[in-house]
């Protein structure tokens, strides 16, 4: 089965910087998809960012990139310009492009955002 | 759509007694997913369906647990009997084929 592992229990960034949160999973499969899901306080898992592994061109939705080594079997998220709002669990996803697919998920990073 | 829908948002129970969530994917999603998240364990997969048949319940911790999917826009997760270890977030989520979507949990809470 494939495993999901986040190696950073926790992260802390100033206002403004840059963070990277690490991600790296264990697979056999060639064609897959990565997740990074957001969970504030409000424990509402929202979709960040998403990658397909056949693509090459890393993907961003507007501060927030992903740096996906297939080779390395890493996937990491970097926010620029972090906000306030930014304060949350993050989790890493991964889910099979094959049928009858499940999703799972690594075991989280808590980003704190300090003023 | 108003997204995946899942009631009751808290329950509180005495061990012994039966509980059942309740989940209402997004039309025309055609997975379904039931994660428990807790502080010791992360979220852990239950069970999902594809088409409202199970496909893997290999996450389901006990016998106590059951779920079903009916049809294409329901689905229930039951414990009986709850036991205080039980106590948890759980998520139902849908897909269809990719990203999932998520309900906003069900906290449990077994006294």
């Known amino acids: 089965a494939q495993t999901v592992t986040q190696s950073q229990p926790e992260m802390s960034v100033q206002e403004a910087e840059t963070v990277t949160l690490s991600c790296t999973y264990d697979?056999?499969?060639?064609?897959?998809?990565l997740f990074w899901y957001k969970q504030p306080p409000s424990r509402q898992m929202i979709l960040v960012i998403r990658?397909?592994?056949?693509?090459?061109q890393n993907a961003t939705e507007n501060r927030f990139s992903v740096n996906f080594q297939k080779a390395a079997k890493s996937f990491s998220l970097k926010i620029s310009d972090s906000q306030l709002g930014d304060a949350a669990m993050y989790f890493c996803?991964?889910?099979?492009?094959?049928?009858?697919?499940?999703?799972?998920f690594g075991a989280g990073t808590r980003l704190t955002v300090k003023p | 759509d108003a997204g995946v829908i899942q009631s009751p948002r808290h329950e509180v129970t005495e061990m012994g007694q039966e509980v059942t969530l309740r989940c209402k994917p997004i039309s025309g999603h055609d997975y379904l997913f039931w994660y428990r998240q807790t502080m010791m364990r992360g979220l852990e997969l239950l069970i999902y369906f594809n088409n409202n048949v199970p496909i893997d319940d290999s996450g389901m911790p006990e016998d106590r647990f059951s779920a079903k999917m009916p049809n294409a826009s329901f689905s229930t997760l039951k414990i009986q009997p709850s036991e205080p270890r039980d106590s948890a977030v759980y998520f139902c989520?849908?897909?269809?084929?990719?990203?999932?979507?998520f309900g906003q949990g069900t906290r449990l809470t077994v006294v």
């Open positions: 989520a849908s897909s269809f084929r990719v990203e999932a979507f």
């Open positions: 697979t056999s499969e060639s064609d897959y998809y």
């Open positions: 996803a991964y889910r099979s492009a094959y049928n009858n697919n499940d999703m799972r």
């Open positions: 990658q397909e592994a056949y693509k090459q």
